[in-house]
Every structure is written in structure tokens, then in C-alpha cells.
């Protein structure tokens, strides 16, 4: 994930250069996308019930507490942690559209960012179940992120 230290490193000057938003860094988040790209089993694409899978398969969890910044806790909701988990994934794929960014990248970094379209997630906790929205329950903040076929 040294490659996605840098990708983020050569973004955010060049929207510096641009004075546009910056891209946050979750050194969790990082080693999450790590873990599930290139240590665990990836998921077959004719997977039905990929909860199942996950558990059955022993997918990273990676827990929403710990990718969002303690300064911004408040104003990212965490009640829907599979969709802040999709937001994160969602910033480095939209670096692939940035011409001015992919301009400065190497074709190491290029690649590392590919490999984030191979990314899902499945909420840990069953939606709609009493103790996803418990705010006590410490899996209630908790996502599977794995590596997609």
C-alpha cells in the first residue's frame, strides 16, 4: 500500500496546485484495502449471499470508528457504515478520471489504483436487525472488505 501512500501524496498536490479539496488519508483504511486485496480469499463472482461468504471465509473487517478522523467523527454518519466504507473506495476511483493527477502518477501507482476497483464491501451486521442500528453493539460500525473476482 506504499504505492496508494504516494497516489494520495502526488493527488493532493496537485489539488493543492488547484486549490481544490484534498484527499483524506486513513492509514486503517489503507491497510484494510491491503489486507483484502492481497492477504485474504477473494470472492467468487456467482456469489449469492456474500455475508455468508465473508464469515465463512474470514474477509477483513475493518470497523468505521477507524477510518473516519476523530475531527470529523461527528459529521460523517456512521449509521450506514457499508456507505462511508463505499464513499473512501469511491474517492480513489474517481482518481482515475483526473487527468491531471494520473499525469504524475508512475505505472506502479496506475496500477495500484486499478486494484481498487476490485474492492467490495458487505455491512458486517445484517441491515435491519435491531442491533445494527444499537449504537452499544461494537459490530454494529464494523464492514467486510474483500476482494471481488
Known amino acids: 500500500m506504499k504505492q496508494m501512500q504516494s497516489v494520495i501524496t502526488k493527488t493532493n498536490e496537485v489539488r493543492a496546485e488547484m486549490r481544490s479539496k484534498r484527499v483524506y488519508v486513513s492509514l486503517a483504511l ?22 455468508s461468504w465473508c464469515i465463512l471465509n474470514g474477509a477483513f473487517v475493518v470497523s468505521v470508528d477507524a477510518i473516519v478522523h476523530p475531527n470529523h467523527a461527528k459529521k460523517v454518519s456512521t449509521n450506514r457504515p457499508e456507505n462511508t466504507v463505499r464513499a473512501r473506495i469511491q474517492t480513489f476511483e474517481f482518481l482515475l478520471s483526473e487527468k491531471e493527477v494520473m499525469k504524475k502518477l508512475n505505472q506502479k501507482e496506475k496500477n495500484a489504483l486499478a486494484l481498487v476497483k476490485a474492492l467490495a464491501y458487505v455491512r458486517f451486521v445484517q441491515n435491519g436487525s435491531p442491533t445494527a442500528t444499537d449504537p452499544k453493539n461494537a459490530d454494529a460500525k464494523k464492514v467486510f472488505l474483500v476482494r471481488k473476482n
Request: hydrophobic residues 35%.
Open 30 to 51: 489503507l491497510n484494510a484495502m491491503g489486507e483484502a486485496l492481497f492477504t485474504k480469499k477473494m470472492m467468487p463472482k456467482d456469489e449469492t449471499d456474500p455475508r
